[in-house]
């Protein structure tokens, strides 16, 4: 069962939606209500989905725009701003650099991604900072 491992465990599963409908597309961009540097990208490729960080760990590229070939026998994302590339499974890369990877599940039909916080693939609305008077 995919399901947090414990009361204590932060993540929580999230129903991204239709495996036949995000299929359709080899990268999205999961909007966080906790920000840009939260945001994960979910990607399609031969058959099988994986998430991963949205900004790149170098200098924080948009990954969801890189391209997605094999290297080395790796199937790997490249970075649009500097080339690196990272293994779409464990986030590693060539050099110390790695991006978080997270759990995708597909559940009677759904794809399902494990994250500490809300994904949504609208972004979230900016909040406007309250004024005191
Ligand atoms: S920002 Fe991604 S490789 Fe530099």
Redesign the pocket.
Known sequence: MFLPQSPSDECVVILIGPASELSKKPCRVMYSPLGRDSDVCLFYVRGQFFAMDAR?A????PLCEGDIEEADGVLQVF?P????GYDLRTGKSGTLLEQQVYEVKLVDGDVYVKHASHLSLRPFPMCKPVRET
Do not use: E, F, V
């Not at 170098?58 to 590229?61: A, F, K, P």
């Not at 701003?81 to 690196?84: F, R």
């Open positions: 790149c170098h200098s924080g590229g970075c701003w500097h080339d690196y």
